[in-house]
């Protein structure tokens, strides 16, 4: 942003200090009081009041200050957003990307404002000034970020806003919210002690100070120059005339020539003065008119250096309102002139509006498309459609950069029936195609309007000449999903944000490559771009409660569209069991996908629908009738990756009702796609599903070889959830893979532990959450704060209660549990005891409660126990990728190596329960230990195989996985001890190790 500095140096840079300065200690000690006490801190007073300088002196050794001075023009939220991240930008140097970034993704300004502010967390205290906040503040969007920043700034950040009016922000209405405090006319009103001093430096006498007092109440500019004329000081000369103007003509503009007037006047356009721009706008002799106004007291500063001069305020909004009295024709022209100076800067907004504001539409012409992108990616859609229809009439239609403009709003919104409107009026005019050889933007928008409508012929007739650009091979990438062309674009596709980054996600998860789409990514301005997909991803790979978490944070920011609604929410809320959810989702989905014009977004959720029919409610013939319906639609089929998930649901239709024959027919067409296209979203499911018809079609080979199919796309996916998904509900499968083995330490083994547990139970709720750890030393909090009963018991009770599922157990239940079956009055009474005793540190309302001899939580409460959870990991699939899956085991394992599970508790279920976590255990860590002889760590692997024989001596598989290791460091002596320990273990049960024990030993020997 180097060439913008010229423009920007004038509102992201603190004023200099003027140099009449009246030391104000009382008044320096009050701001820092105040922001001591608040972290926001409203300065409010009349125009000249002293507002800014008072911020200034207060703030002036402070090196962690970020300024920003607000124009009118400023009011869009976009562009205030903007320059707060360029102001920024000296203490946090990526706000600037994050914010260009997350706009991008289409996020509300006020999320980006809390966004902006939060990257600030991690620095020192900062201070955030904003000046002349009453240009915006009766708007209400410009004054939604400034809410946001108030509302989610950090603990080290203060915020001052400086403004002639009284500023409302609404998160400060609420109560407990008192961030804020005010400071006012009346304390920064001169003293009289400090006008004396102000007279002094201004050259008047202490005789005048009870005069100018009397008649200016103790006004800074009024006592400041006061001392310039001997005159009484009249504040209004006429009703009609606003006093602070007559003021500055009868106390400053009279003091100067007529030809230095109307530089003044002239130059009030530029925040910053110096000789460079006051030539740009046509002016002569700008370096002797600035060294004359140098020798003239003005409300201005002058930089260091004294060429360049800032106009006080006051001042400014003077000469403004003078440069407007102008002729209409002299004032066109100068504004023309800066207009063009902005641009040559490169202010692309900021020349187009000037330029429109005076009527001159061609001048714009050049500047407006990329004006307009900046716009839209700031989410500006109001200001981008004023100047649409400012300038309908200027310009070539084809050729237009307003034809780009309305393409890439039309996108922005989400509205392809308009692009696809524009675009066939350019085609009936002969012009599509040469606007898209002329702008890859304009092709890419063109290209991803069709695409929804599925008009396929269209598409095909731009890309066969559209212009090369970055658009361009993201849409291209998003064609993969049209047919069977390789999708070589994603090797140049990343994920560094901006709305290309966006469809990226969008489409690596359409195309099933879930590790990339669900990966967290560190840039948060990328983040915010591609978390929508993250959701999708999540969900599809099993971590429901952290998808549930972002998609209603999504959702509270009002980033809802089609696709999420439709099919990422509809799904979502399926796969955790919430019926009515997912259908409102299904209905707000097709609806928001018929209003905007997006065929693919109706197809997709009406896909959803049939899906939630056959895993969700098991009714194959509820299914058959949406995916009937779904299939009449001459668009269902058009799209290769649309044809072939129809073909997937139909086949496992087809399944439960019994309709063999007609299943694979259906499954092995979409197998046969999704391989030939490389898009494996549900080749694992297609795999499954096609394996069971086979077999029972009498097809054994299918049967063998589809599974194998299945664990190779699920291996590609980088996850087992989809294959484990499809697997638990066709089990056979699985049991006739594994029948067919002749070694036991398989894929497919591995994949069979976690079948015969029960699928993570998803969990996702807005209420308290009360966790409960319980490795090594106990300990219970309620939303992240720590409660402390002082009957040890409590923590078993929590923890039997979270094992319960429902949250719920009988009084019996407890007592034989907690008191070993100890049904006395002395069991019940200490029961009692234990129940009040974790009822009166958990907040009202959550609990226990007895009701009919039963023990219950409060509704709405999340019960998390760390214990659970560890054994859930046990069964969820994680990633297939050796490396990764290793760091995602020894940090499943981290809990439970802390220490043992409640080690105060006594009771039998303690014991058993402690048992049951140790098998657990040593399942992780045999999984660890294969993982880590696989990738090499040997020495690694070998702590974790000698850790599972110590715990389940009994486990063969772990001793063979240590004659492996043995061999492989070269140590054949630990080879046949490992087999002696194994030998060992068995005879005490009376057995012998398998034949494949056996065997492993002879060639290991």
Same mark, same amino acid.
């Given at each position: 942003?180097?060439?913008?500095?010229?423009?920007?140096?004038?509102?992201?840079?603190?004023?200099?200090?003027?140099?009449?300065?009246?030391?104000?200690?009382?008044?320096?000690?009050?701001?820092?009081?105040?922001?001591?006490?608040?972290?926001?801190?409203?300065?409010?007073?009349?125009?000249?009041?002293?507002?800014?300088?008072?911020?200034?002196?207060?703030?002036?050794?402070?090196?962690?200050?970020?300024?920003?001075?607000?124009?009118?023009?400023?009011?869009?939220?976009?562009?205030?957003?903007?320059?707060?991240?360029?102001?920024?930008?000296?203490?946090?140097?990526?706000?600037?990307?994050?914010?260009?970034?997350?706009?991008?993704?289409?996020?509300?300004?006020?999320?980006?404002?809390?966004?902006?502010?939060?990257?600030?967390?991690?620095?020192?205290?900062?201070?955030?000034?904003?000046?002349?906040?009453?240009?915006?503040?009766?708007?209400?969007?410009?004054?939604?970020?400034?809410?946001?920043?108030?509302?989610?700034?950090?603990?080290?950040?203060?915020?001052?806003?400086?403004?002639?009016?009284?500023?409302?922000?609404?998160?400060?209405?609420?109560?407990?919210?008192?961030?804020?405090?005010?400071?006012?006319?009346?304390?920064?009103?001169?003293?009289?002690?400090?006008?004396?001093? #102000?007279?002094?430096?201004?050259?008047?006498?202490?005789?005048?100070?009870?005069?100018?007092?009397?008649?200016?109440?103790?006004?800074?500019?009024?006592?400041?120059?006061?001392?310039?004329?001997?005159?009484?000081?009249?504040?209004?000369?006429?009703?009609?005339?606003?006093?602070?103007?007559?003021?500055?003509?009868?106390?400053?503009?009279?003091?100067?020539?007529?030809?230095?007037?109307?530089?003044?006047?002239?130059?009030?356009?530029?925040?910053?003065?110096?000789?460079?721009?006051?030539?740009?706008?046509?002016?002569?002799?700008?370096?002797?008119?600035?060294?004359?106004?140098?020798?003239?007291?003005?409300?201005?500063?002058?930089?260091?250096?004294?060429?360049?001069?800032?106009?006080?305020?006051?001042?400014?909004?003077?000469?403004?309102?003078?440069?407007?009295?102008?002729?209409?024709?002299?004032?066109?022209?100068?504004?023309?002139?800066?207009?063009?100076?902005?641009?040559?800067?490169?202010?692309?907004?900021?020349?187009?509006?000037?330029?429109?504001?005076?009527?001159?539409?061609?001048?714009?012409?050049?500047?407006?498309?990329?004006?307009?992108?900046?716009?839209?990616?700031?989410?500006?859609?109001?200001?981008?459609?004023?100047?649409?229809?400012?300038?309908?009439?200027?310009?070539?239609?084809?050729?237009?950069?307003?034809?780009?403009?309305?393409?890439?709003?039309?996108?922005?919104?989400?509205?392809?029936?308009?692009?696809?409107?524009?675009?066939?009026?350019?085609?009936?005019?002969?012009?599509?195609?040469?606007?898209?050889?002329?702008?890859?933007?304009?092709?890419?928008?063109?290209?991803?309007?069709?695409?929804?409508?599925?008009?396929?012929?269209?598409?095909?007739?731009?890309?066969?000449?559209?212009?090369?650009? #970055?658009?361009?091979?993201?849409?291209?990438?998003?064609?993969?999903?049209?047919?069977?062309?390789?999708?070589?674009?994603?090797?140049?596709?990343?994920?560094?944000?901006?709305?290309?980054?966006?469809?990226?996600?969008?489409?690596?998860?359409?195309?099933?490559?879930?590790?990339?789409?669900?990966?967290?990514?560190?840039?948060?301005?990328?983040?915010?771009?591609?978390?929508?997909?993250?959701?999708?991803?999540?969900?599809?790979?099993?971590?429901?409660?952290?998808?549930?978490?972002?998609?209603?944070?999504?959702?509270?920011?009002?980033?809802?569209?089609?696709?999420?609604?439709?099919?990422?929410?509809?799904?979502?809320?399926?796969?955790?069991?919430?019926?009515?959810?997912?259908?409102?989702?299904?209905?707000?989905?097709?609806?928001?996908?018929?209003?905007?014009?997006?065929?693919?977004?109706?197809?997709?959720?009406?896909?959803?629908?049939?899906?939630?029919?056959?895993?969700?409610?098991?009714?194959?013939?509820?299914?058959?009738?949406?995916?009937?319906?779904?299939?009449?639609?001459?668009?269902?089929?058009?799209?290769?990756?649309?044809?072939?998930?129809?073909?997937?649901?139909?086949?496992?239709?087809?399944?439960?009702?019994?309709?063999?024959?007609?299943?694979?027919?259906?499954?092995?067409?979409?197998?046969?796609?999704?391989?030939?296209?490389?898009?494996?979203?549900?080749?694992?499911?297609?795999?499954?599903?096609?394996?069971?018809?086979?077999?029972?079609?009498?097809?054994?080979?299918?049967?063998?070889?589809?599974?194998?199919?299945?664990?190779?796309?699920?291996?590609?996916?980088?996850?087992?959830?989809?294959?484990?998904?499809?697997?638990?509900?066709?089990?056979?499968?699985?049991?006739?893979?594994?029948?067919?083995?002749?070694?036991?330490?398989?894929?497919?083994?591995?994949?069979?532990?976690?079948?015969?547990?029960?699928?993570?139970?998803?969990?996702?709720?807005?209420?308290?959450?009360?966790?409960?750890?319980?490795?090594?030393?106990?300990?219970?909090?309620?939303?992240?704060?720590?409660?402390?009963?002082?009957?040890?018991?409590?923590?078993?009770?929590?923890?039997?209660?979270?094992?319960?599922?429902?949250?719920?157990?009988?009084?019996?239940?407890?007592?034989?549990?907690?008191?070993?079956?100890?049904?006395?009055?002395?069991?019940?009474?200490?029961?009692?005891?234990?129940?009040?005793?974790?009822?009166?540190?958990?907040?009202?309302?959550?609990?226990?409660?007895?009701?009919?001899?039963?023990?219950?939580?409060?509704?709405?409460?999340?019960?998390?126990?760390?214990?659970?959870?560890?054994?859930?990991?046990?069964?969820?699939?994680?990633?297939?990728?050796?490396?990764?899956?290793?760091?995602?085991?020894?940090?499943?394992?981290?809990?439970?190596?802390?220490?043992?599970?409640?080690?105060?508790?006594?009771?039998?279920?303690?014991?058993?329960?402690?048992?049951?976590?140790?098998?657990?255990?040593?399942?992780?860590?045999?999984?660890?230990?294969?993982?880590?002889?696989?990738?090499?760590?040997?020495?690694?692997?070998?702590?974790?195989?000698?850790?599972?024989?110590?715990?389940?001596?009994?486990?063969?598989?772990?001793?063979?996985?240590?004659?492996?290791?043995?061999?492989?460091?070269?140590?054949?002596?630990?080879?046949?001890?490992?087999?002696?320990?194994?030998?060992?273990?068995?005879?005490?049960?009376?057995?012998?190790?398998?034949?494949?024990?056996?065997?492993?030993?002879?060639?290991?020997?």
């Amino acid at each position: 942003m180097e060439h913008a500095l010229p423009l920007l140096r004038g509102k992201i840079t603190p004023p200099p200090l003027p140099e009449l300065l009246v030391p104000r200690p009382r008044l320096e000690a009050s701001i820092h009081r105040r922001l001591d006490a608040l972290p926001v801190l409203v300065v409010c007073a009349t125009a000249g009041a002293g507002k800014t300088t008072a911020v200034r002196v207060a703030l002036r050794d402070d090196p962690n200050v970020a300024w920003l001075t607000v124009d009118a023009a400023d009011s869009s939220p976009g562009r205030l957003l903007t320059y707060l991240a360029a102001s920024l930008g000296h203490l946090a140097p990526g706000v600037a990307e994050l914010v260009q970034n997350v706009l991008a993704a289409q996020a509300p300004h006020s999320e980006v404002a809390g966004l902006l502010i939060e990257a600030l967390a991690e620095l020192g205290p900062v201070t955030l000034v904003i000046d002349q906040l009453d240009r915006v503040s009766a708007q209400h969007k410009p004054m939604e970020v400034i809410d946001g920043l108030v509302r989610f700034a950090p603990a080290n950040v203060r915020i001052i806003l400086i403004s002639r009016t009284a500023i409302t922000l609404a998160s400060s209405a609420a109560p407990g919210s008192e961030r804020i405090d005010y400071l006012i006319d009346r304390e920064l009103a001169f003293t009289p002690e400090e006008a004396a001093v #102000a007279l002094d430096q201004a050259g008047g006498g202490a005789d005048d100070v009870e005069a100018v007092m009397r008649s200016t109440g103790g006004w800074v500019v009024g006592v400041l120059f006061a001392g310039t004329t001997a005159e009484p000081i009249r504040m209004a000369l006429q009703p009609e005339i606003d006093p602070l103007h007559a003021y500055l003509w009868a106390h400053v503009m009279q003091g100067l020539s007529p030809e230095l007037r109307e530089f003044a006047i002239s130059t009030a356009l530029l925040v910053a003065v110096d000789a460079p721009r006051a030539t740009a706008l046509g002016l002569e002799r700008a370096e002797h008119y600035l060294t004359e106004l140098r020798a003239h007291r003005i409300p201005a500063v002058w930089e260091p250096g004294g060429k360049t001069v800032r106009y006080h305020r006051v001042l400014r909004d003077y000469l403004l309102v003078l440069l407007e009295r102008r002729p209409r024709a002299e004032v066109v022209a100068l504004r023309t002139r800066f207009g063009r100076l902005l641009a040559a800067e490169g202010f692309m907004i900021e020349a187009t509006a000037e330029l429109l504001a005076v009527g001159a539409f061609e001048e714009a012409l050049p500047y407006v498309e990329e004006a307009i992108v900046t716009l839209i990616d700031r989410l500006d859609f109001d200001v981008v459609e004023q100047w649409l229809e400012l300038l309908a009439d200027e310009g070539q239609s084809g050729s237009s950069p307003l034809t780009t403009g309305e393409l890439l709003l039309a996108v922005a919104r989400e509205e392809y029936w308009r692009g696809v409107r524009i675009a066939d009026q350019l085609e009936a005019l002969g012009q599509r195609e040469s606007l898209a050889a002329s702008s890859s933007r304009a092709a890419a928008m063109m290209i991803w309007c069709y695409y929804h409508a599925c008009r396929t012929e269209d598409i095909a007739a731009i890309v066969a000449v559209a212009h090369p650009g #970055a658009e361009l091979e993201a849409a291209k990438y998003l064609l993969t999903l049209m047919d069977d062309r390789p999708d070589e674009a994603r090797a140049t596709m990343s994920l560094t944000g901006g709305s290309v980054a966006g469809l990226v996600a969008r489409l690596h998860y359409w195309r099933g490559w879930f590790t990339q789409a669900a990966a967290p990514v560190s840039n948060a301005a990328a983040d915010a771009v591609v978390r929508p997909w993250r959701i999708a991803a999540l969900r599809a790979i099993g971590e429901l409660e952290q998808a549930h978490q972002l998609y209603r944070r999504v959702e509270s920011a009002g980033m809802l569209t089609a696709g999420l609604q439709g099919v990422v929410g509809a799904e979502l809320f399926t796969d955790l069991g919430r019926e009515a959810e997912a259908r409102a989702c299904i209905a707000d989905g097709r609806a928001e996908a018929r209003r905007i014009g997006s065929a693919v977004w109706d197809l997709f959720a009406q896909l959803s629908e049939a899906k939630l029919e056959l895993r969700l409610r098991r009714d194959p013939v509820a299914a058959r009738t949406v995916l009937d319906t779904l299939e009449r639609d001459p668009l269902a089929r058009v799209y290769d990756s649309t044809a072939e998930q129809i073909d997937t649901w139909y086949g496992l239709t087809h399944l439960l009702l019994g309709e063999h024959e007609a299943a694979r027919r259906r499954l092995e067409r979409a197998v046969r796609s999704m391989r030939a296209s490389g898009r494996f979203l549900e080749l694992p499911t297609a795999a499954v599903y096609l394996a069971e018809a086979s077999w029972r079609c009498g097809d054994t080979d299918g049967a063998d070889r589809h599974p194998d199919l299945a664990l190779e796309a699920a291996k590609r996916q980088g996850t087992d959830a989809v294959l484990l998904r499809a697997l638990r509900e066709f089990p056979e499968v699985l049991s006739r893979r594994i029948d067919g083995l002749a070694e036991t330490d398989t894929a497919w083994n591995r994949l069979g532990l976690k079948v015969l547990g029960a699928p993570p139970a998803g969990t996702a709720s807005a209420g308290p959450v009360l966790a409960i750890a319980e490795f090594g030393t106990a300990a219970l909090s309620i939303d992240g704060v720590e409660v402390r009963p002082r009957i040890g018991k409590c923590y078993e009770l929590v923890a039997y209660l979270a094992g319960a599922g429902t949250h719920t157990a009988t009084r019996a239940e407890l007592l034989g549990a907690l008191f070993d079956d100890a049904d006395t009055a002395a069991s019940r009474a200490y029961l009692r005891q234990v129940i009040h005793q974790l009822r009166s540190v958990l907040p009202d309302g959550l609990g226990p409660f007895i009701v009919d001899e039963r023990v219950a939580l409060g509704d709405g409460l999340v019960l998390r126990s760390e214990s659970l959870q560890f054994e859930q990991s046990a069964l969820r699939a994680g990633s297939n990728d050796p490396a990764t899956r290793l760091g995602e085991l020894e940090q499943a394992l981290a809990p439970y190596e802390r220490g043992v599970f409640l080690p105060k508790a006594k009771s039998q279920w303690a014991e058993e329960r402690r048992s049951q976590l140790a098998a657990t255990a040593a399942g992780l860590r045999f999984e660890a230990a294969s993982l880590a002889y696989e990738l090499g760590a040997f020495a690694r692997a070998e702590a974790l195989a000698g850790a599972v024989v110590e715990e389940q001596p009994l486990r063969e598989a772990a001793w063979r996985l240590r004659m492996r290791i043995a061999a492989a460091v070269g140590s054949p002596d630990e080879v046949l001890a490992a087999y002696q320990g194994c030998v060992g273990a068995l005879r005490g049960i009376g057995a012998e190790p398998a034949r494949e024990t056996r065997l492993l030993l002879e060639q290991l020997r």
